[in-house]
């Protein structure tokens, strides 16, 4: 059975910085391209950042670009968001998900076989 499993979420100023981990079993998960998703109240669910399979590509939404940080390690089975400089519009419930895929990054939600729980962010002003 697959588990995503996240943690790291919590309450933060704005300026602060906060890393998420996402802990995968029941996957070979050196095979799976991984992503971060976040959904803001009221919002759709909206991607943040996906990273390939060795963990040497990266892909990130704009409005994350140079504050956000997505790596992996395929030995401990982990996904890891470093998030800094946070804006009270990064405050969402932020979800791992996983793709059984040979593709260098995926963005879209249905693209995506497997999903976490989520955590939350809350970004004060």
């Known amino acids: 059975q697959v588990q995503l499993v996240e943690s790291g979420g919590g309450l933060v100023q704005t300026g602060g910085s906060l890393s998420l981990s996402c802990a995968a079993s029941g996957l070979t998960f050196s095979s799976y391209v991984m992503g971060w998703f976040r959904q803001a109240p009221g919002k759709e669910r909206e991607f943040v950042a996906a990273i390939n399979r060795s963990g040497v590509m990266t892909y990130y939404v704009n409005s994350v670009k140079s504050r956000f940080t997505i790596s992996r390690d395929n030995v401990k089975n982990m996904l890891y968001l470093q998030m800094n400089s946070l804006k009270p519009e990064d405050t969402a419930v932020y979800s791992c998900?996983?793709?059984?895929?040979?593709?260098?990054?995926?963005?879209?939600?249905?693209?995506?076989?497997?999903w976490g729980q989520g955590t939350q962010v809350t970004v004060s002003s």
């Open positions: 998900a996983a793709a059984l895929s040979t593709a260098y990054f995926l963005t879209q939600m249905d693209e995506y076989d497997y």
